[in-house]
């Protein structure tokens, strides 16, 4: 069968390098060597001086690369493929076209429940579309209440507690904690700094989250150990485990936390000088690889991910694998330079580019077809 799609989107306005070059640039002299004073720079200029950071205002959205590798794929399936852009008239464009099936990769244009825009849209107009309704898309993207499911299922993740203001968490906090703003993905919004190891550190964190982000810190207890990233596929009982990617913090550069932070996805892990940071498979125990699985598969149980979705994983001090984000709009980078868990899992699944696209697009459509 063959279908006249829509594919829905948000695009980069700058790319993460553009703005890094940028920021560099105004920051620094002729003599300034990255790997040299990189960290002194993020110190100085990114988060004791926030608001000068570099802008990550775009970083869930895609380039304009991805945008045509994921056209060019519904295309190489037999598909007619419309682009339409998540902006104000979005709604207008959908009602308009009127398409069989959407495929929906927009991260939305604001607020906290942006990623449930279009699939919000689909719903009013009763068009179907790839991924996760817009109940789940938006739970996951509020970090808290998905923990709270999580942990209603008694599946593993970190404690916690959210705050916008020092003086409104727990009177006795033990440390090392991990500070993230409560609405955000694709790593924005988490630094080096995001470890804390004191009162001091942790209320810096707290005001750059609130005056940089304008929303609440999620603080939550920092797990210890080792850390993977888990690609998802399918739907029900048939959903699959792709190869589980191990993150080797290990290549994180010296005098760094031990996290996938903004400064180590967006310079230090580029096309160009590309970092040894990602094993796919992992390589741990079996005993552990399968413990790795069933978690993944209950969270994606317990929330009612559809389609696909990457889950980030990391194990606390007692080796037990801890759900620490939920994606149900993974990246996906085209091209093998880039270090796109994904596409990396789906590849060593073996499945292509173009054919991970389609797969995804079938198992909305035969999801969709089971619910009639």
Not at 155 to 174: G, Q, R, V, W
Not at 225 to 242: C, H, P
Not at 254 to 269: A, C, L, P, R, T
Request: charged fraction near 30%; aromatic fraction near 10%.
């Amino acid at each position: 069968y063959f279908l006249k799609l829509a594919l829905t989107f948000n695009i980069k306005k700058d790319s993460a390098n553009e703005l890094s070059a940028a920021a560099l640039s105004d920051k620094s002299d002729e003599s300034f060597s990255p790997k040299r004073d990189f960290k002194k720079y993020l110190s100085e200029n990114l988060i004791e001086n926030y608001p000068e950071r570099i802008d990550d205002t775009f970083a869930e959205w895609d380039s304009e690369e991805t945008i045509e590798a994921v056209k060019s794929a519904l295309e190489a399936g037999g598909h007619e493929v419309n682009l339409i852009e998540c902006d104000k008239d979005a709604y207008d464009k959908l009602k308009t076209l009127n398409p069989e099936f959407v495929f929906n990769v927009a991260e939305g244009l604001s607020g906290s429940s942006r990623e449930s825009q279009i699939p919000s849209m689909l719903e009013m107009l009763n068009i179907p579309y790839t991924g996760s309704d817009s109940i789940t898309t938006g739970i996951c993207h509020d970090k808290s209440r998905c923990k709270e499911i999580l942990s209603y299922y008694k599946i593993p993740n970190s404690k916690f507690f959210i705050t916008d203001a020092i003086h409104k968490t727990e009177k006795k906090i033990l440390f090392p904690k991990f500070v993230k703003p409560l609405h955000e993905g694709s790593s924005k919004g988490i630094y080096n700094s995001s470890v804390v190891n004191n009162s001091s550190e942790l209320r810096n964190e707290i005001l750059r989250i609130k005056e940089c982000y304008y929303q609440p810190s999620i603080v939550e207890d920092f797990l210890e150990g080792k850390e993977f990233t888990v690609a998802m596929l399918g739907n029900g009982d048939d959903v699959k485990v792709l190869p589980i990617v191990e993150i080797n913090l290990d290549a994180v550069p010296e005098g760094f936390n031990k996290i996938y932070s903004y400064e180590v996805k967006w310079f230090f892990d580029t096309r160009e000088n590309k970092l040894d940071i990602f094993k796919c498979p992992a390589d741990i125990e079996p005993e552990l690889y399968k413990q790795i699985e069933d978690v993944c598969k209950a969270a994606y149980q317990a929330l009612r991910i559809r389609d696909w979705a990457r889950i980030d994983v990391r194990l606390d001090r007692n080796n037990i694998p801890n759900i620490v984000e939920i994606n149900p709009l993974p990246g996906i980078l085209p091209d093998p330079a880039d270090n796109s868990c994904y596409p990396k899992a789906a590849r060593e699944y073996g499945l292509d580019y173009n054919s991970m696209i389609n797969t995804v697009l079938n198992c909305a459509v035969q999801r969709t077809l089971m619910q009639k």
